[in-house]
Structure formats: C-alpha cells, structure tokens
C-alpha cells in the first residue's frame, strides 16, 4: 500500500492550496479517509476525514469553513482544498487510511 501526497508549498496568509494525496495497493473506495497535520513542535493533529461511500465529512474547528476534503474514487486519490491560511495552518501534512500513512508535504503560509 502506497499513499503519496503532493501540493504542498509556500503560499501567502490569506491564499490558497490544494493537497493530493493518490493511493494504490488498496480497495480505495471501501476506506475512509483522513488527512493529519503536523506543526514543528506538536504534535500530530488530526485535521478532517471523508467516509468511503457517501461522503460525509467531519473537520477539527479550526479548519471548518477553511478546508474541504474530498475524494475521486475512480482515481484513488482524495483531496485537501485549503482556503483562507494562516501561519498556524504551516505543518507538514499526512494523509492516513486503515492504517498507512504517506509521507506528508509541507505547507508554508508565510509572507
């Protein structure tokens, strides 16, 4: 099983990233998923989870109204749009089904 995300970056406070986290090696579509997030310094924080067949999501507080997860099943791969950030969104960010996690992507917000 493979998780792979991507889209990190350096972005401004106010803008936006999207983050990709493609899988393989799992009946994606049967799983849900999870995207955590850890800040230098803490420690890991779960941040949202999309459930496998309908959809529904859930958000830390903090995020809510921010990010939304969401996924393509046809392509294994579930999604992360961050709007708005602030510096306190800068951590390294992990997607996370069952068991196995990717190797996480930086995001920066810094001006």
């Known amino acids: 099983v493979q998780l792979v995300e991507s889209g990190g970056g350096l972005v401004q406070p106010g803008g936006s990233l999207r983050l990709s986290c493609r899988t393989s090696g799992l009946f994606f579509s049967r799983f849900p998923m999870s995207w955590f997030r850890q800040a230098p310094g803490k420690k890991r924080e779960w941040v949202a989870t999309?459930?496998?067949?309908?959809?529904?999501?859930n958000y830390v507080d903090s995020v809510k109204g921010r990010f939304t997860i969401s996924r393509d099943n046809a392509k294994n791969t579930v999604y992360l749009q961050m709007n708005t950030l602030t510096p306190e969104d800068t951590a390294v960010y992990y997607c996370?089904?069952?068991?196995?996690w990717g190797q996480g992507t930086q995001v920066t917000v810094a001006s």
């Open positions: 999309i459930s496998a067949s309908d959809g529904i999501t």
């Open positions: 996370f089904t069952v068991q196995y």
